[in-house]
T-cell receptor, first 114, second 114 residues
């Protein structure tokens, strides 16, 4: 299995631009998570899905952030408009219902907003 | 709600020396506990987990951890470290009913010196 795939690996954009991060979970996994990692705040859960349905988005910082999961093999995290404080590494993780709670993380997308 | 405190932000040790990374948690209910490792420029990988049963848990790469309910701790140990263990280590907690959501500590950077 290829593991969780994220794209792009690096993104540099200017303030005000729209940014879309993409994630392909491990085939057969029922849960998908989006995390953000910064030096100041550490690892934060933004949102998670179960069977493509958003379950908890309480970690989404503000309305500029949105996430979708149109099917079991694809999810996006969109920031519109982006701001410098959004600069972080964004991780996607997936979990199979029978995997004893282990989350499998992707390599992350490093976002820099100038 | 659950929270995690990793008491050391950085731990330098010499190769082949033993190491202990400390983790304390706070929760009003029973918990599941996890240790993840993050190598440079990579996503997180599960080292070990405690769900129930024996309080001494063995994981990958020779690591082990002991769950201590009375001290609300879940310290990670390795009797002899290698250069390849240089990484950031994260302790995480979840409540069984909400086991989809992981709350991470701030991380401990382990540096192995030759």
């Amino acid at each position: 299995d290829a593991g969780v795939i994220q794209s792009p690996r690096h993104e540099v954009t200017e303030m005000g631009q729209e940014v879309t991060l993409r994630c392909k979970p491990i085939s057969g996994h029922d849960y998908l998570f989006w995390y953000r990692q910064t030096m100041m705040r550490g690892l934060e859960l933004l949102i998670y899905f179960n069977n493509n349905v958003p379950i908890d988005d309480s970690g989404m910082p503000e309305d500029r952030f949105s996430a979708k999961m149109p099917n079991a093999s694809f999810s996006t995290l969109k920031i519109q408009p982006s701001e410098p404080r959004d600069s972080a590494v964004y991780f996607c993780a997936s979990r199979g219902d029978r995997s004893s709670y282990e989350q499998y993380f992707g390599p992350g997308t490093r976002l820099t907003v100038t | 709600a659950q929270s995690v405190t990793q008491l050391d932000s950085q731990v330098p040790v010499f190769e082949e020396a033993p190491v202990e990374l400390r983790c304390n948690y706070s929760s009003s209910v029973s918990v599941y506990l996890f240790w993840y490792v993050q190598y440079p420029n990579q996503g997180l990988q599960l080292l070990l987990k405690y769900l129930s049963g024996s309080t001494l848990v063995k994981g990958i790469n020779g690591f082990e951890a002991e769950f201590n309910k009375s001290q609300t701790s879940f310290h990670l140990r390795k009797p002899s470290v290698h250069i390849s263990d240089t990484a950031e280590y994260f302790c995480a907690v979840s409540a069984p009913r909400g086991a989809q959501k992981l709350v991470f500590g701030q991380g401990t950077r382990l540096t192995i010196n030759p």
